[in-house]
């Protein structure tokens, strides 16, 4: 609850929209409040051309919205990105991890996280199906009922998969694993049943993955993909490319002198 209060603050955001009990959690910060549970889509093939939603031509280049990275170096920060970063970023991971039209990819990570971001980009560019997280099955009866081709998760929920329900991953066409240690035995695992597992190198300002392998027994994680250049400058490592973002979202308050 603090930690909302403290971003509206810190960014001086005016508006917050989201669910009902994300609202009450900020109840106290000087803003406007959306209950997203108002919103509910109008739009039907049946109604008449006046009434149907129109595409709406959009700058690439201009900023489109704020992610909040780990943190895992300090502070989050609030990182700045383009429609054009997140396009260029799932053209190349689309190059490594291919995702056609009929594929059906998992919403196992949060919208908050550039990962979550990533995947909706990645799907609409190849119009493939985004499939949100049930909250009343388990990630195996989903993954079956739901017919889920790509999916990312970590480690020790491949190994339960493997372990107790294999037959979820049987459509799998890719398992992106991060988010911890990927011991070898997983990998050989996943490899005796003919899973097709990635792991990646990324960061948010660089608008998701980086780098993209494989996953190996060598723990390598790939070459940069198209779009990306990467190089050690004394321990450092320096990125850049079509995918990176905008800056840093900065607010200064206004002087009360």
Not at 26 to 49: G, H, K, N, R, V
Not at 112 to 123: D, E, K, P, T
Not at 136 to 154: R, W, Y
Request: aromatic share 6%; proline share 5%; hydrophobic share 40%.
């Amino acid at each position: 609850h603090s930690q909302i209060n403290q971003l509206i603050n810190r960014f001086n955001i005016g508006f917050l929209f989201a669910s009902h009990s994300q609202l009450k959690a900020a109840s106290s910060a000087p803003i406007t409040l959306l209950d997203s549970s108002l919103f509910q889509p109008s739009y039907s093939e049946e109604a008449p051309p006046s009434k149907r939603l129109t595409a709406t031509k959009i700058n690439p280049h201009l900023p489109a919205n704020v992610i909040l990275t780990s943190g895992s170096s300090g502070t989050p920060k609030a990182a700045v990105h383009a429609l054009l970063n997140h396009i260029a970023s799932a053209q190349g991971s689309s190059r490594s991890i291919p995702l056609a039209a009929n594929d059906r990819w998992l919403l196992s990570l949060p919208l908050f996280h550039i990962g979550g971001l990533a995947i909706v980009n990645r799907c609409a560019l190849a119009s493939a199906t985004l499939v949100l997280q049930s909250d009343s099955q388990t990630l195996a009866e989903q993954m079956m009922s739901d017919g889920i081709t790509h999916v990312s998760m970590v480690p020790t929920q491949a190994i339960q998969l493997i372990e107790h329900a294999p037959a979820a991953l049987s459509q799998v066409k890719a398992l992106l694993l991060g988010g911890g240690v990927i011991e070898n035995s997983l990998i050989e695992q996943l490899q005796q049943l003919g899973i097709s597992a990635y792991t990646s190198y990324g960061m948010t300002e660089m608008s998701s993955q980086i780098t993209t392998a494989k996953a190996n027994l060598q723990q390598h994680h790939g070459r940069p993909l198209s779009g990306r250049q990467l190089k050690l400058v004394d321990g450092v490592i320096w990125v850049k490319g079509e995918c990176l973002f905008q800056g840093y979202l900065t607010f200064e308050p206004a002087s009360t002198s």
